[in-house]
């Protein structure tokens, strides 16, 4: 009976203790802790091999490295077992595996609702940003219907009908800019962005062209200052905020079997990832989620050096691949997250924590 022989100050002490920690249980079960904003980080294409690879990279300094929550997550598509991003984003902004191709439309190419869509109803604050044209698959699954991801100008389209407070990326060409300034947008172009701007609506393109070129390109720190820039301005909402920021050329890094180019897009996207960790991390109510709609070129980490830090790389395709990817989250709420989880429970978990009344979704 050793136990009997401590001082019974401890003993009462580790009654206590035991009787808060299981008090503090229940009351967790009982009642999620739920946070109000909630940022929604997609990295294209990025599996764990281009997130080791980031690490190795920058000596374990990327934020990623910081999550102590982290997750698995199946990212099959309605009708393949391998997803392109029309599906996976539409699982994330929709909760429903619909065919490869389909932007914000279920198996029967009928309109779902999406997350951004019950946070407008809500009048929270809701932003998109990106490092591809805003009618590209990922962010066009977050706003818009359309039977097809090609069907650019329809997508641009649905745009106007969706008051998006804070809109980042490329695309200029397939918008019109004066009905978008009729809708109350400030509408502002130039890679030498005003950071300075600090009105409630804007479009901000890269530049005239389609897309946004890569980092190594010059795109220089775009991303990371257009998600600090979004998240202030919608910080100013009351009611919270819903916001998707996507590492859109990760994915094109891998379609090219470019280790270079993959590597460095992680970088820059994991710089986008510390600007919502620091924020949540002041904040308090923010969720962070991190996590890809699948991965892309079966990237393999054959060889490297610890001490020059290179990597021999391999890659098995110029297409995506099946693998799982990891989901990482930070703040209230964080805790749904882990495990493994299909695609569409990243929907469900999320509208849950923010309260949505899904109905008959
Ligand atoms: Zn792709």
Same mark, same amino acid.
Not at 125 to 150: D, W
């Given at each position: 009976?050793?136990?009997? @022989?401590?001082?019974?100050?401890?003993?009462?002490?580790?009654?206590?203790?035991?009787?808060?920690?299981?008090?503090?249980?229940?009351?967790?079960?009982?009642?999620?802790?739920?946070?109000?904003?909630?940022?929604?980080?997609? /990295?294209?294409?990025?599996?764990?091999?281009?997130?080791?690879?980031?690490?190795?990279?920058?000596?374990?300094?990327?934020?990623?490295?910081?999550?102590?929550?982290?997750?698995?997550? @199946?990212?099959?598509?309605?009708?393949?077992?391998?997803?392109?991003?029309?599906?996976?984003?539409?699982?994330?902004?929709?909760?429903?595996?619909?065919?490869? /191709?389909?932007?914000?439309?279920?198996?029967?190419?009928?309109?779902?609702? =999406?997350?951004?869509?019950?946070?407008?109803?809500?009048?929270?604050?809701?932003?998109?940003?990106?490092?591809?044209?805003? =009618?590209?698959?990922?962010?066009?699954?977050?706003?818009?219907?359309?039977?097809?991801?090609?069907?650019?100008?329809?997508?641009?389209?649905?745009?106007?009908?969706?008051?998006?407070?804070?809109?980042?990326?490329?695309?200029?060409?397939?918008?019109?800019?004066?009905?978008?300034?009729?809708?109350?947008?400030?509408?502002?172009?130039?890679?030498?962005?005003?950071?300075?701007?600090?009105?409630?609506?804007?479009?901000?393109?890269?530049?005239?062209?389609?897309?946004?070129?890569?980092?190594?390109?010059? #795109?220089?720190?775009?991303?990371?200052?257009?998600?600090? #820039?979004?998240?202030?301005?919608?910080?100013?909402? @009351?009611?919270?905020?819903?916001?998707?920021?996507?590492?859109?050329?990760?994915?094109?890094?891998?379609?090219?079997?470019?280790?270079?180019?993959?590597?460095?897009? =992680?970088?820059?996207?994991?710089?986008?990832? #510390?600007?919502?960790?620091?924020?949540?991390?002041?904040?308090?109510?923010?969720?962070?989620?991190?996590?890809?709609?699948?991965? =892309?070129?079966?990237?393999?980490?054959?060889?490297?050096?610890?001490?020059?830090?290179?990597?021999?790389?391999?890659?098995?395709?110029?297409?995506?691949?099946?693998?799982?990817?990891?989901?990482?989250?930070?703040?209230?709420?964080?805790?749904?997250?882990?495990?493994?989880?299909?695609?569409?429970?990243?929907?469900?978990?999320?509208?849950?924590?923010?309260?949505?009344?899904?109905?008959?979704?």
């Amino acid at each position: 009976m050793k136990f009997l @022989k401590q001082p019974i100050s401890l003993i009462i002490a580790l009654s206590l203790l035991m009787f808060n920690c299981s008090a503090g249980a229940k009351a967790i079960d009982k009642k999620i802790v739920k946070p109000f904003k909630v940022i929604l980080l997609i /990295g294209d294409g990025m599996g764990l091999a281009q997130i080791s690879a980031a690490s190795h990279y920058t000596n374990g300094e990327l934020c990623l490295n910081l999550f102590n929550v982290i997750g698995l997550v @199946k990212t099959s598509s309605g009708n393949d077992y391998i997803t392109d991003s029309a599906a996976g984003a539409t699982a994330y902004s929709s909760g429903v595996k619909t065919y490869n /191709g389909a932007i914000g439309v279920g198996m029967d190419s009928l309109p779902v609702k =999406t997350i951004l869509e019950y946070a407008l109803a809500q009048h929270m604050g809701t932003g998109l940003v990106t490092t591809c044209s805003i =009618t590209h698959a990922t962010p066009a699954a977050f706003f818009s219907h359309q039977p097809s991801r090609s069907m650019d100008a329809a997508i641009a389209n649905d745009l106007y009908s969706h008051p998006i407070d804070v809109v980042i990326g490329g695309g200029k060409p397939y918008f019109d800019i004066i009905k978008l300034q009729q809708l109350g947008y400030q509408v502002s172009s130039g890679n030498a962005i005003q950071w300075t701007m600090d009105y409630p609506k804007y479009f901000y393109f890269y530049n005239d062209s389609i897309h946004p070129p890569k980092w190594s390109e010059g #795109r220089g720190d775009f991303l990371v200052n257009a998600t600090s #820039r979004a998240i202030k301005t919608l910080d100013q909402n @009351k009611n919270g905020f819903f916001l998707m920021v996507e590492g859109s050329q990760i994915d094109w890094g891998g379609h090219d079997n470019d280790f270079d180019y993959t590597v460095k897009e =992680t970088i820059d996207f994991d710089k986008a990832v #510390r600007a919502a960790y620091e924020f949540a991390k002041k904040d308090g109510h923010t969720l962070v989620l991190v996590t890809a709609d699948h991965e =892309t070129g079966g990237l393999a980490l054959n060889h490297g050096s610890l001490k020059n830090h290179t990597i021999e790389p391999a890659y098995t395709t110029g297409h995506h691949t099946g693998i799982m990817v990891p989901i990482y989250a930070y703040g209230p709420g964080s805790e749904l997250f882990a495990g493994t989880i299909e695609n569409t429970k990243v929907f469900y978990n999320i509208c849950q924590l923010l309260g949505f009344n899904l109905g008959a979704h």
